[in-house]
């Protein structure tokens, strides 16, 4: 079965200071992954996606890194800003017969003063 | 501008009536999307459209049902409300199939008492 498990749950951490989300997939065939920001009663909102040949991308102070040998990925927020506060997705595509969207339940940051 | 929208952004509804969500978008993608979101899962897809007059179910159809007679909208029904519908929905869009980057409306959340 395909799934997504991201680490931790929630996370608190103090404006300035840096962070490291973590995801764990099983899809396969992979196709992409990418990460999404979902501020409090908002949709999701797209940071990076990531194919099979790509190990890095960046978006201003996110970076997400990719090893689909071990099939995980971290997404690393840089200088945090109270803004960054919201909940962070890891969703994985297949192909193939695994074409579709693979969801994780996000890692709820907190930025605080 | 607006993008992709929905409506209403609230409702509450009772058990067996029938309730239709709406969204629209105005970037004429072929992709239109629904998923549910509920605490402790990942986002997961109801139905997809491919096109107008095109349909197919997602991992959790029963009890929805869509239409698309226009590209720009994809209305969503619940033909008879059950509490375990309550949850926030969202509206995707994309200008190709659904590994491509989705495009996500602000979220209808629904309960049904």
């Known amino acids: 079965k395909n799934q997504v498990e991201q680490s931790p749950q929630s996370l608190i951490i103090l404006e300035g200071k840096n962070c490291t989300l973590q995801?764990?997939?099983?899809?396969?065939?992979?196709?992409?992954l990418r990460w999404y920001k979902q501020d409090t009663g908002r949709g999701p909102v797209s940071l990076t996606i990531?194919?099979?040949?790509?190990n890095t991308k960046s978006n201003g102070r996110y970076t997400a890194t990719l090893d689909a040998d071990t099939k995980q990925s971290s997404l690393h927020i840089t200088a945090s800003q109270l803004s960054d506060s919201a909940s962070y997705i890891c969703?994985?595509?297949?192909?193939?017969?695994?074409?579709?969207?693979?969801f994780g339940t996000g890692t709820r940051l907190q930025v605080t003063l | 501008d607006a993008g992709i929208t929905q409506s209403p952004r609230y409702k509450i509804t009772e058990t067996g009536r029938q309730v239709t969500l709406m969204c629209h978008q105005t970037?004429?993608?072929?992709?239109m999307f629904w998923y549910r979101q509920d605490l402790g899962h990942g986002l997961r897809l109801i139905y997809y459209?491919?096109?107008?007059?095109?349909?197919d179910k997602g991992e959790v159809p029963d009890g929805y049902v869509v239409s698309r007679s226009k590209t720009e909208n994809f209305p969503l029904t619940l033909e008879s409300a059950t509490r375990s519908q309550t949850s926030v929905y969202f509206c995707?869009?994309?200008?190709?199939?659904?590994?491509?980057?989705?495009?996500f409306g602000p979220g209808t959340r629904l309960t049904v008492t």
């Open positions: 995707a869009s994309s200008p190709k199939p659904i590994d491509y980057e989705q495009y």
């Open positions: 969703v994985v595509s297949g192909t193939g017969t695994a074409s579709k969207l693979t």
């Open positions: 970037w004429s993608h072929s992709y």
């Open positions: 990531m194919t099979f040949s790509e």
């Open positions: 995801c764990n997939y099983t899809v396969s065939p992979f196709s992409n």
């Open positions: 459209s491919a096109a107008a007059d095109i349909t």
